[in-house]
């Protein structure tokens, strides 16, 4: 959530960084002014009725005191008192219309993040790896893991419908082994704190890290829309301390953690759905991190690091994409994309998407931190996959396929699949 008081003071400022995510947000920044005027206006009325009701009770008192009669008076108390009671409710009726508001207004892009519409702007950081050479016909993941029994999407589709994966055999072994591979990376190498959160989320978690009320319709709800499975690991991890305030010396905060991640996907029909591309129900190591607001473009750098980290470790090729202002995430100020190559789909898939919020989430919980004045300031939080399952999953299979027909697992995982490949 941006701060009122930029957006009141630097309205045009506010518009030109929204206006390089496309467009489209000037309308409800006139209405967020108006209504912030309107609000302004009911608190100073308020002041001031207060003021005046409080002095006409002390003339009251006075009168009281030497006998005389306070009718009068007390009738105009009572009037007041009548007229602040409407102003509170126009007040909280304009501060919950002014959070509603900012509720559905993006993050600013940072100053950096190259300006375009779409991903074709897009900017390339870096690769890691080369395209593997593989001798033969090329395999996709769906026929691996059809030949192989790694998988069966029919009978997950007889389980749960459309989008659903049922992992098999030597598939559910692998999965298991690459969550396993990834936490304990970054809780031994990387510093991370393991946490195992709920996967049910309050929709006061949802907003506080902007899946609503925007995304809504892509999400799972239950209890009428009060509580929700987890769309990413990052919603219940990054709320772990709303409402509180941290030590500065406490910080910065760096967690992972492995969850099942639920998403509607309403809206992608056509969208990379064949085989466990894009699916409703996905595996995800998330990482998460809370700091101060000098320290999270230097801790977003090694966010990114960690990550990648992964898919060198597997030996997969890989590159980095900078997102350009239109391709940013609604709660982001700055993200990259790692995007590992897939033979199969001839293409890269996306297996991270690591993010510096800035205070744009704590805002909405309300997560704070004391400096070393002792000011209260909020904190700046980042996420990232560390990684995401299944497209690791399909990515691993398809770059590791042999020509005997089995697949061959990279030496760093071998101790968690326990075996050198699958047949």
Known sequence: MLDIRLIR??????????????????AKIDELLRVDADRRKAETALQQLNAERNRLSKEIGGKKSHGEST???????????????????????????????????????????????????????????DKPKVNGKVLDHLALGEKLKLLDLERAAKLSGSGFICFTGAGAKLERALINFMLDLHTREHGYAEISPPFMVRRDCMIGTSQLPKFEPDMYGLEEGQLFLAPTAEVPV???????ILAVVDLPKKFVAYTPCFRRE??????????????????????????????????????????????????LHYRVVELCTGDLGFGAA???????????????????????????????????????????????????????LPRLFAALIENNQQ?????RIPEKLQPYFGEKEIR
Not at 9 to 26: A, I, M, P
Not at 279 to 301: N, P
Not at 354 to 377: H, I, P, T, W
Not at 403 to 407: A, D, L, V
Request: aromatic share 8%; hydrophobic share 30%; with cysteine.
């Open 403 to 407: 020509m005997n027909g089995s697949i």
């Open 334 to 388: 700055k993200a990259y994309d790692i995007e590992v190559w897939s033979p199969g789909h001839v293409g890269y898939l996306e297996v991270s998407s690591c993010s510096n919020c800035e205070d744009f989430q704590a805002r909405r919980m309300n997560l704070r931190y004391k400096d070393v004045d002792g000011k209260n300031r909020f904190c700046h939080t980042l996420n990232g996959s560390g990684l995401a």
């Open 266 to 315: 309403a809206g992608s029909a056509g969208r990379e759905t064949r085989g466990i591309i894009r699916v409703h129900q996905f595996d995800k190591v998330e990482l998460v991190k809370i700091t101060t607001t000098d320290k999270s473009y230097s801790e977003l750098e090694t966010l990114v690091a960690d990550a990648e980290r992964i898919l060198q470790l597997l030996a």
């Open 238 to 244: 990054t709320n772990f301390y709303r409402d509180e």
């Open 9 to 26: 003071e630097k309205s045009d400022f506010v518009r030109e960084r929204l206006g390089t995510r496309g467009g489209g947000e000037d």
């Open 71 to 129: 009718e009068e008076l007390e009738a105009q108390v009572r009037q007041i008192g009548e007229q602040i009671a409407d102003l509170n409710r126009r007040a909280t009726s304009f501060d919950e219309e002014q959070r509603n508001l900012l509720l559905q207004i993006p993050n600013l892009p940072y100053e950096s993040v190259p300006v375009g519409k779409d991903p074709s702007a897009n900017r390339l950081v870096r690769s890691w790896g």
